[in-house]
């Protein structure tokens, strides 16, 4: 199977945890638009979303399906999202679409986060994917410095702003082996808006699509 067809398989495996009539949080990337066709095709339609991106809305939207602002919604029972690394703690790397910050505050909503990822995204210890951090431009230099002092090399994503209108760190060279502890760290930092570890909001399942099929690890 492609990797195309694993992302289309976890999206559609994403549905047994949605509710019929619920309003359901959405995440933001490749795998997420596979879900959000599914969620499109249930014969019993949700409520609604939150979304977590401009992108996700959009496809939302393009799918008849009624986005609800995040501000309007006091809890949800399911989060589903993408990562660009996962391991065997369900502690997360996110942001490789820059939607991380949303990305978080729709999850902090939610009692569960399902993750729906290709097998490619599973790992031993996160930091192989360049860990992505949201920072107010201003203080975009001393952040760097910072993750320089702690091993990493950090480089501004070129040509990207946040849907917040922020710019986008990436910090390659880190091997996270205490994910909350650097996630705790790194949010301490002046002009820090959020890292993409997503360790207090890790998932609770994960649906990854592999050559045999959906596997689910529980969390
Ligand atoms: C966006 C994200 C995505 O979930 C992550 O980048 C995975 O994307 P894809 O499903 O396209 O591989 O964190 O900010």
């Known amino acids: 199977m492609t990797q195309d067809e694993l992302k289309a398989l976890v999206g559609q495996a994403a549905l047994q945890y949605v509710t019929p009539g619920d309003i359901v949080g959405v995440g933001t990337g490749s795998t997420v638009d596979k879900f959000i066709d599914a969620l499109a095709s249930m014969p019993q339609a949700v409520a609604g979303a939150v979304s977590s991106s401009v992108r996700s809305t959009q496809r939302l939207l393009a799918c008849g399906i009624p986005v609800i602002e995040a501000t309007e919604v006091q809890h949800l029972s399911v989060y589903i999202d993408g990562a660009d690394e996962i391991d065997h703690r369900g502690h997360m790397i996110k942001g490789g679409g820059a939607a991380l910050t949303r990305e978080k505050i729709v999850a902090d909503l939610a009692d569960r986060f399902v993750c729906i990822a290709d097998e490619s995204k599973w790992v031993q210890t996160l930091g192989q994917f360049p860990l992505p951090v949201e920072v107010i431009q201003m203080a975009v230099p001393q952040v760097m410095r910072r993750f320089a002092a702690l091993g990493g090399q950090a480089q501004v994503r070129a ?61």
Do not use: K, Y
């Not at 990436?170 to 994910?179: F, S, Y």
């Open 159 to 219: 040509g990207v702003l946040t849907d917040n209108g922020h710019p986008i760190v990436d910090v390659r060279g880190l091997a996270i082996t205490d994910p909350l502890a650097l996630e705790m760290e790194v949010n301490q930092w002046p002009g820090v808006v959020t890292v993409g570890i997503f360790a207090r909001h890790r998932a609770s399942v994960c649906l990854l699509g592999t050559a045999q099929g959906v596997r689910t690890h529980t969390f």
